[in-house]
């Protein structure tokens, strides 16, 4: 008889059980790396989305209000009305001191979208908040700065986290010094 058992060649039944159980383990162990790994990889990519939309409208914002001549920022900062000096045949900006272009320029929320009144339907941001992140109170976009030829842009972003239920939020603010502000 023990020359029957060391002569086996085969597994036992509690044998094959054990290895797939400890297979299985490595298996989900794997799947669930793979699953975190995939989700990450999503909020980091919708994050970069989100810093990338945010600075773009602060680089639009600032080329459209660089060269104004009047700025009036609404009461609840989430919008502002602004007149550029008057151009010459050649597209330049005239050196009159004190000329205005007769028309009123306005950038606002609406909505959810950051706007202009020359393109409304195409917005400078997407998704922007009620409420600021940072502070936990009412969104003010638009503010008058140190100076009478400036105004600091408070820029917030935020979009709901494809793998997730937390919304990922995007914040710059930045300073734009009017030039020919009056």
Do not use: W
């Not at 990519?45 to 009036?72: F, G, H, P």
């Not at 597209?91 to 007769?102: D, F, I, N, P």
């Amino acid at each position: 008889m023990e020359s029957l058992i060391r002569n086996r060649y085969g597994i036992t039944l509690v044998e094959l059980m054990v290895s797939m159980g400890i297979m299985s383990l490595v298996i989900f162990g794997a799947a669930g790396l793979f699953v975190n790994s995939s989700q990450s990889s999503a909020r980091t990519q919708t994050q970069s989305n989100i810093d990338s939309d945010v600075a773009i409208a602060a680089e639009k914002l600032n080329n459209l209000l660089m060269e104004t001549r009047s700025v009036t920022i609404d009461s609840n900062g989430l919008g502002l009305t602004y007149q550029l000096p008057p151009t010459n045949s050649d597209g330049t900006y005239t050196s009159s001191a004190k000329a205005l272009e007769t028309t009123f320029r306005r950038i606002y929320v609406s909505g959810t979208d950051l706007v202009t009144s020359a393109a409304p339907e195409v917005p400078i941001l997407h998704n922007i908040p009620a409420v600021d992140p940072d502070t936990n109170t009412t969104l003010r976009i638009f503010q008058s700065g140190v100076g009478e030829k400036e105004i600091i842009v408070h820029l917030v972003s935020g979009r709901r986290a494809t793998a997730g239920a937390h919304v990922i939020y995007a914040v710059l603010t930045t300073r734009i010094n009017c030039r020919n502000m009056q």
